[in-house]
T-cell receptor
Framework: GAVVSQHPSWVICKSGTSVKIECRSL??????MFWYRQFPKQSLMLMAT?????????EQGVEKDKFLINHASLTLSTLTVTSAHPEDSSFYIC???????????????????FGPGTRLTVL | GNSVTQMEGPVTLSEEAFLTINCTYT??????LFWYVQYPGEGLQLLLK?????DKGSNKGFEATYRKETTSFHLEKGSVQVSDSAVYFC??????????FGAGTTVTVRA
């Protein structure tokens, strides 16, 4: 249980295009989803926090108009990289935080479950 | 602000060797500390955690003790297996919300 998927796992796009990345909690409901960005040999950097049905909260330095986040349901959040440029190339990782009582084990409530990541390459 | 520094890798070991990955942190308040593991092709998984000073987290033979006096949370395993080959991330946060991660340490265990 507590599986998070991301789609696509990798994507290559041309500069100036927009790319959408999906994050789904497959067997539990997530009140909160997080989006991270990871550069090679560097730590995961939190980009934004999204709560179902409300606007995402972006970390300092993250352009909200550049990285559009939508959390339309308790099992799906999307990150859209708009007008992508080569400097947006990175590994994007999402995580989902379980809603009370839905993760199968009380001990795992509020734990973050991570997706496998999406490799974005902008040419 | 909060930050985590963990030893750089990669680390290559033989089976049954002792593994230590150092992790130190700076934080305001009283954060919880975590170790996550990422196996090839998979998402990060919580390996163990400690929520207050002197707590010891343990799982799958791995241990880490929350040392406030040295601001450390070093990960140890007494006898590693090939299946322990992965990337290990040290992290801290208020519970598991808004985590701050270290850079990750790649561990390769050879038979």
């Amino acid at each position: 249980g507590a599986v998070v998927s991301q789609h696509p796992s990798w994507v290559i796009c041309k500069s100036g295009t927009s790319v959408k990345i999906e994050c789904r909690s497959l067997d539990f409901q997530a009140t909160t989803m997080f989006w991270y960005r990871q550069f090679p040999k560097q730590s995961l950097m939190l980009m934004a926090t999204s709560n179902e049905g409300s606007k995402a909260t972006y970390e300092q330095g993250v352009e909200k108009d550049k990285f559009l986040i939508n959390h339309a349901s308790l099992t799906l959040s999307t990150l859209t990289v708009t007008s992508a440029h080569p400097e947006d190339s990175s590994f994007y990782i999402c995580s989902a935080r379980a809603l009370w009582g839905t993760s199968g084990s009380v001990g795992r409530v509020n734990e973050q479950f991570f997706g496998p990541g999406t490799r974005l390459t902008v040419l | 602000g909060n930050s985590v520094t963990q030893m750089e890798g990669p680390v290559t070991l033989s089976e049954e060797a002792f593994l230590t990955i150092n992790c130190t942190y700076t934080a305001t308040g009283y954060p919880s500390l975590f170790w996550y593991v990422q196996y090839p092709g998979e998402g990060l998984q919580l390996l163990l955690k400690a929520t207050k000073a002197d707590d010891k987290g343990s799982n799958k033979g791995f241990e880490a003790t929350y040392r406030k006096e040295t601001t450390s949370f070093h990960l140890e395993k007494g006898s590693v297996q090939v299946s322990d080959s992965a990337v290990y991330f040290c992290a801290l946060g208020p519970y598991d919300y808004k985590l701050s991660f270290g850079a990750g340490t790649t561990v390769t265990v050879r038979a």
